[in-house]
């Protein structure tokens, strides 16, 4: 298959846009999505970027996406998070996120980053078994926690009181 990995552009984030949804259906979350095709170029592509994209492209149609951002590790300093990788259902299996994974693993060796993060689901075999293959570690003792929008309102307004 005739592929390239590319750094994405402000002209891609429809198509990235349609792979986050895509990917949301997949995790059986589709009300989840809230942001929007400008809110990415705002935030890819404007004063602050605030993360950094590549994609997969084939016949000049954007068929996957690696979306990352810096973080700061108080025990190791500068590291990547992976946010999303994602290969549109009918080009999986052709070495397409193999390709974006790659070049993420790349980008992080020569920004000299500590560590590279990401998350994926305990019911994703294919992503956990795809990231052990290639050197991932999946660690068992540590959760995600996250608080959504209305659970930092609610904090907010009883912290206040």
């Not at 989840?32 to 602050?48: N, T």
């Not at 954007?62 to 946010?83: D, Q």
């Not at 993060?117 to 052990?132: P, R």
Request: charged share 30%; glycine share 6%.
């Amino acid at each position: 298959m005739n592929f390239i990995v590319r750094k994405a552009n402000q002209d891609d984030m429809s198509d990235v846009m349609s792979l986050i949804k895509e990917l949301a259906l997949f995790e059986k979350e589709p009300d989840e999505v809230e942001i929007s095709q400008d809110e990415l170029v705002k935030d890819g592509f404007g004063k602050k970027k605030s993360f950094k994209c590549f994609v997969a492209e084939f016949e000049s149609k954007v068929v996957g996406m690696a979306l990352f951002y810096p973080r700061y590790s108080t025990w190791k300093g500068n590291v990547l998070h992976l946010e999303d990788l994602i290969v549109t259902k009918k080009f999986r299996g052709k070495g397409i996120g193999y390709a974006l994974f790659s070049e993420f693993i790349k980008y992080a060796y020569n920004k000299k980053v500590k560590r590279v993060q990401w998350v994926v689901l305990n019911w994703n075999d294919h992503a956990i078994n795809f990231y052990k293959r290639n050197g991932g570690e999946i660690l068992n003792d540590w959760r995600v926690t996250i608080m959504n929008k209305n659970s930092i309102k609610k904090f907010v307004k009883n912290e206040s009181i």
